[in-house]
């Protein structure tokens, strides 16, 4: 029933797709943290671009975000990052624009769980005479990461499935071969439709499993 | 903000009173309450200070004007002759010299009990991590709680907790010590036992601030108390004095509430 599946790389696509989610996971969880630190900075004009980017970013479609990496960055700007070939130029560019994208989600989720840190700590670690920088990285974030494991791992559940559109700017992950494999195996569509979506549960699944196993053991008692 | 003028005035005053922390024509507002008045307010080395009044007069606002937790809209403070700077490297370090012990405890409820009391020497006085880790042993065992060093404040209890509280500021090795209300959240049973650190600390000549209603505190460890209504320093008096024989009606007034519960 699934011969057809031999004449495909059907884990190399995969891969692909494995590799995206890492690396914007990664990014997304860096750039995410420095805008939250942002949006609680005590100086206005950065709390001022945190907000911008947010929300210029988040309500922008994800397609938009890569379409104009790609032709702005890329087509129009000549920018490769250090890519060489095109199909590697087209990875990271995809890479980017998932990070912009989903880091927003991060720094929402973050704000939500700095915002359950009790103000008295960051106050008591002020009056100790820790800078703020010191009070953010060594009182607010370890709190407020414990308790935002669940809702961040929703942003990565997301972004795996998101990397899907990295398909429009011609990345071969997943989606794209599943495109080529409706148009060539139209009499087993269904299946084809199939396999797929049991492909990215098995991604999903287990992170979803192991994340919410996390969020249980390094949860704060307060 | 609020109408009212004020003229920035961050100079000394003229006759310079020397003064472990002086507090010159201090004025703070919160949007239009005006909730610092004209604050004149002395402490020299060594001196314990109860700060008494009814709620909402002030108190806490005037103890964290002092290491500027809450910046001011006018006036002067200096600590050890040193005027408080603005936000920043300096501010910060003038902050570890000035300890504070809260209502709430504000523990750090990701570390344990000894890390709540080296933290701030490791990234703030950057002492060597063994020293750090044996001056909190020390202070912990002062304080009482040498058993818990390696619990989370969760699991203390809330006269514990305000021990560690007590320790963790310590462990900067302050100048003076504020207090702000430190009794008030504990059950009643747990009370005697921050009390009795607060009083020994005050024998062993530490400056201290103490917002409290513990009259049998004030009575035995205060040189001075300080009544507050309204914004504004009401009356100064020994603790005798003003126990005993208060001058004001806002004071009369208010112990009597006080003495009948
Ligand atoms: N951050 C704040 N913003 C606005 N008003 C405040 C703030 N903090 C305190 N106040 C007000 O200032 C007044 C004095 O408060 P506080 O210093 O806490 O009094 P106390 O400690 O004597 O009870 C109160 O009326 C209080 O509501
Ligand atoms: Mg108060």
């Given at each position: 029933m699934f011969d057809f599946l031999d004449q495909y790389d059907l884990w190399d696509a995969f891969w692909v797709t494995i590799k995206l989610t890492i690396y914007s996971g990664i990014g997304?969880?860096?750039?995410?943290?420095?805008?939250?630190?942002?949006?609680?900075?005590?100086?206005?004009?950065?709390?001022?671009?945190?907000?911008?980017?947010?929300?210029?970013v988040r309500n922008t479609p994800l397609t938009v975000i890569m379409v104009a990496t790609s032709l702005g960055l890329f087509q129009t700007m000549q920018i490769e990052l250090g890519g060489g070939d095109s199909s590697e130029t087209g990875f990271r560019l995809a890479v980017l624009a998932l990070i912009a994208y989903h880091a927003c989600f991060v720094c929402e989720s973050l704000r939500s769980g700095i915002n359950t840190v009790p103000v008295g700590q960051a106050e008591a670690a002020r009056a100790l005479g820790l800078s703020f920088f010191q009070v953010l990285t060594l009182i607010v974030l370890p709190q407020a990461f414990r308790s935002v494991v669940a809702p961040l791992a929703n942003v990565l559940i997301a972004l795996t499935k998101n990397t899907t559109v990295a398909a429009a700017i011609g990345v071969t992950e997943a989606a794209a071969l599943m495109s080529t494999m409706v148009e060539n195996e139209s009499d087993v569509i269904l299946l084809v439709f199939a396999v797929f979506a049991f492909g990215f549960i098995c991604l999903t699944l287990p992170v979803g499993l192991l994340l919410g196993w996390v969020s249980k053991r390094v949860a704060v008692k307060r | 903000m609020s109408k009212v003028s004020v003229t920035k005035d961050a100079g000394p005053p003229e006759s310079a009173p020397s003064g472990l922390v002086v507090l010159d024509n201090v004025n703070k507002h919160f949007g239009a309450l005006h909730v610092l008045q004209d604050i004149d307010l002395t402490i020299a080395r060594g001196e314990v200070v109860v700060v008494i009044g009814p709620s909402g007069s002030g108190k806490s606002t005037l103890c964290r004007t002092i290491n500027r937790l809450e910046p001011i809209d006018s006036g002067y403070i200096a600590i050890d002759g040193k005027p408080l700077p603005a936000e920043g490297r300096e501010l910060a370090e003038l902050r570890a010299d000035v300890g504070m012990v809260f209502q709430a405890f504000n523990l750090f409820a990701h570390k344990t009990v000894l890390e709540n009391?080296?933290?701030?020497?490791?990234?703030?006085?950057?002492?060597?991590?063994?020293?750090?880790?044996?001056?909190?042993?020390?202070?912990?065992?002062?304080?009482?709680?040498?058993?818990?060093?390696?619990?989370?404040?969760?699991?203390?209890?809330?006269?514990?907790?305000?021990?560690?509280?007590?320790?963790?500021?310590?462990?900067?090795?302050?100048?003076?010590?504020?207090?702000?209300?430190?009794?008030?959240?504990?059950?009643?049973?747990?009370?005697?036992?921050?009390?009795?650190?607060?009083?020994?600390?005050?024998?062993?000549?530490?400056?201290?601030?103490?917002?409290?209603?513990?009259m049998g505190f004030a009575r035995s460890a205060a040189n001075r108390v300080v009544f507050m209504a309204d914004g504004r320093i009401a009356e100064e008096a020994t603790p005798d004095q003003f126990f005993s024989n208060p001058r004001s009606d806002r004071a009369k007034d208010f112990l009597s509430k006080i003495l009948h519960h």
């Open positions: 997304s969880l860096i750039w995410g943290t420095v805008l939250a630190a942002m949006r609680v900075s005590p100086v206005p004009v950065m709390r001022a671009f945190g907000t911008t980017y947010i929300n210029t | 009391v080296t933290l701030g020497q490791l990234k703030v006085r950057k002492t060597e991590k063994q020293e750090a880790i044996a001056n909190a042993r020390k202070l912990l065992d002062r304080v009482g709680v040498a058993n818990q060093a390696d619990k989370y404040p969760a699991q203390l209890s809330g006269g514990q907790q305000q021990r560690v509280a007590i320790a963790r500021a310590l462990a900067m090795d302050p100048k003076v010590m504020l207090f702000d209300e430190p009794t008030s959240a504990l059950d009643p049973e747990m009370i005697n036992e921050v009390l009795e650190v607060m009083q020994q600390l005050a024998r062993d000549g530490m400056t201290m601030v103490v917002v409290t209603h513990e």
